[in-house]
Every structure is written in structure tokens, then in C-alpha cells.
């Protein structure tokens, strides 16, 4: 096993750890919780045809769910965003073919990742909150949520990324 895989493992039990023991008891203004797990997505290395990253991603999802007793609306949400992460990327950067392994989130100038990282969570808080509350009278109700919650894990995510990126 080397340092990357030990490095990914690592922060896939700490991201899940920190999630339930922290985050999940966190409801700041009644009902925003922020859903930092995700920064597994964005940190996980960037390959081509790499299954590995849609299995963890549901993984981490479903653990999520298994402690949060949410039925699945994560493990749903975090696989769909690991999905759509390259050509989201490819989209942010302007590139149809993006340099496997040579990119990485910490390589993008600042601007580009902030987007990468706005949209990808948008989406994730977006389908957690369409599949929790599935109705289209509280769609106002999801937009709200989905916006006040992604400030809060945006918030949280370039706060880390600022750390991250000082040790490399």
C-alpha cells in the first residue's frame, strides 16, 4: 500500500468520523448542517476511468446514512457528485481533455477551484435536500436549505483547503 492510498484511507475514516461525531450535532439557526464529508471528493486524486472513486464515494455516503439514519439520500447524492466531478472539471477549467494525475484541486488558481468546489456542492446539498423532503410544494423550502447549508460547507471546505495547501 503506499502514502496516497494510506493518505486517502485516512482521511475517508477521519472525514466520516468528524461528520458523525462533530458535524452531524451541529444545527446552527435550527437547521443547517454542514456535510464537510464531502472534501473526500474534491481531495481524492483525479483519474481516468477510475472506479474506485464512484465506490468509496458510495461508501462514504452510506456510512454517512447508516449513522445519520437518512435512508440513503447521501450515499445517492455523494456518488452522483463523484460522477459529474470530471466533467464539472472539465467544464471549470475550459479543457476537454485534462491531463490525468498531472491535475489536482490544489494545481487550479484559486477562482477555478472556488467554482469547482461551489457547483459540486450546490449539487450534493441539492439532491440531499430534493430526495429528503420529495415534494414540489417545498421546493422553496429546498432552495433555502440547499443555499444556507452550502454557505456553511463552502465555508468549512476553503478554510481546509487554506490549511491543505499550506503543508504541500
Known amino acids: 500500500m503506499n502514502r496516497e492510498n494510506i493518505n486517502s484511507a485516512l482521511l475517508f475514516i477521519g472525514l466520516i468520523l468528524l461528520q458523525i461525531i462533530v458535524l452531524n450535532n451541529i444545527n446552527f439557526l435550527g437547521y443547517i448542517n454542514p456535510y464537510f464529508y464531502i472534501f473526500f471528493i474534491f481531495l481524492y486524486p483525479i483519474r481516468k476511468d477510475d472506479a474506485s472513486i464512484l465506490i468509496l464515494s458510495f461508501f462514504l455516503g452510506l456510512f454517512i446514512d447508516i449513522f445519520s439514519d437518512s435512508g440513503g439520500i447521501n450515499a445517492a447524492a455523494t ?90
Open 79 to 168: 456518488l452522483f457528485i463523484a460522477f459529474v466531478r470530471i466533467p464539472i472539471l472539465q467544464s471549470v477549467i475550459g479543457k476537454r481533455d485534462i491531463e490525468y494525475g498531472a491535475v489536482t484541486i490544489f494545481k487550479l488558481p484559486f477562482p477555478k477551484m472556488f467554482l469547482f468546489v461551489v457547483i459540486m456542492t450546490f449539487l450534493h446539498h441539492f439532491i440531499v435536500f430534493g430526495l429528503e423532503y420529495f415534494k414540489w410544494g417545498k421546493f422553496g423550502t429546498i432552495l433555502l436549505n440547499t443555499v444556507l447549508t452550502s454557505i456553511f460547507t463552502i465555508i468549512l471546505t476553503m478554510i481546509s483547503f487554506t490549511f491543505v495547501m499550506r503543508k504541500r
